[in-house]
């Protein structure tokens, strides 16, 4: 959001990423921060991943540690299948000085593409394709992603809930 300014927890150690649900992860992360953070400060938690239709929802909560190489183990999982149904989704959870909590959700609902495509961006952004474009997320680019992605979704949706105190 335009009025926020954003900077690292500076910790070696971070709360595992082991629930069940992105809403979760996030929420153990913010009140981590909350906990260690500067008491001035508001404190976010973030958690997201790649849901596919045809694995059930999976790799989901467990995204980032699904594979070692996540592109090439989702592209291999759908192999054969022309169901390449997917969405993007990220929590955040924003903890006041004074303890509040607020939650922003964001989804970004596409397809898996066939192979990698475009060089910009991280993680499955080289295979989704955003529901209403024809290039994946790497092709996009930063700027469209800044603006349009699950994690923009997600702090438009969290500024909102901020701004409406719930």
């Not at 953070?37 to 991943?49: K, M, N, P, T």
């Not at 397809?111 to 790497?138: N, Q, S």
Request: charged content about 30%.
């Amino acid at each position: 959001m335009p009025d926020w300014s954003i900077s690292l927890v500076d910790e070696a150690v971070f709360p595992d990423e082991d629930a069940a649900t992105y809403y979760e992860n996030a929420r153990a992360k913010a009140r981590f921060g909350r906990a260690i953070g500067d008491g001035d400060a508001w404190i976010l938690g973030e958690d997201s991943g790649i849901e596919a239709e045809a694995l059930d929802g999976r790799p989901g909560v467990e995204s980032a540690r699904w594979a070692s190489d996540g592109v090439a183990a989702l592209l291999a999982a759908l192999e054969g299948t022309d169901d390449r149904r997917a969405r993007y989704v990220c929590e955040l959870v924003g903890v006041s000085p004074d303890r509040q909590e607020f939650r922003g959700t964001g989804i970004l609902p596409g397809t898996i593409a066939r192979e990698p495509r475009g060089d910009e961006g991280f993680g499955y952004d080289p295979i989704f394709v955003p529901e209403g474009e024809t290039r994946t997320v790497a092709e996009l680019g930063n700027e469209w992603k800044s603006g349009n992605s699950h994690r923009a979704r997600a702090a438009r949706a969290l500024d909102e809930a901020i701004a409406a105190g719930r």
